[in-house]
């Protein structure tokens, strides 16, 4: 069922985890130093082996992650982020993702991060925690999708709606944040 609050829906919970760890400051930096961009259907945002130059933030549409030699892997909604495996550890990516239809992303450079980083490490601390606790919520999901022996299954149904109590404590604060961030994209 979808609620009138966007964020009640369980894929903007991905970006909640992200812009709940940050700060105001933070999130509107992300936003004046990002670029909204349109994609159109079919656009190759990120293509498997090539470098990413910057993070995504999926505003709105869909988008598909495809291996090669198997296929669509997965199906992104408004609120996932993308490009942050490779922001960590400079691999190239494993996967293409592909514009389903029309979509709109926040693309924040990665050199433009990490000279940010390096201006506040304060941020960069809360960044990189907030990608951490976004990374192991997919790994959960990923977890528990696959069914890795019948312990690993019980842990993740354990956790699945389990929310860190940092995170819980961000969710309400994050809401409020993605919808400046978007307010200011719209100006």
Request: hydrophobic share 45%; aromatic share 6%; charged share 30%.
């Amino acid at each position: 069922m979808r609620s009138d609050n966007s964020f009640e829906d369980s894929s903007m919970r991905k970006v909640l985890y992200i812009l709940g760890q940050l700060t105001d400051e933070d999130v509107e930096w992300l936003a004046r130093s990002g670029e909204k961009r349109s994609l159109s259907a079919d656009h190759v945002l990120i293509a498997e082996g090539e470098a990413v130059p910057a993070l995504f933030v999926l505003l709105a549409g869909e988008l598909d992650v495809e291996v090669r030699g198997i296929g669509q892997v997965a199906r992104l909604l408004p609120g996932e982020v993308v490009g942050e495996m490779s922001f960590i550890d400079r691999a190239a990516p494993s996967a293409s993702v592909v514009a389903r239809g029309p979509a709109q992303v926040l693309s924040v450079a990665k050199a433009a991060i990490e000279a940010h980083i390096d201006r506040d490490p304060a941020f960069g601390m809360r960044f990189y925690r907030a990608l951490a606790t976004f990374l192991s919520d997919r790994l959960r999901g990923t977890v528990k999708r696959l069914g890795y022996g019948d312990k690993a299954v019980s842990i993740a149904e354990e956790t699945a709606d389990e929310l860190d109590d940092a995170v819980l404590d961000g969710l309400s604060l994050a809401g409020e944040r993605f919808n400046r961030m978007m307010e200011m994209l719209k100006a």
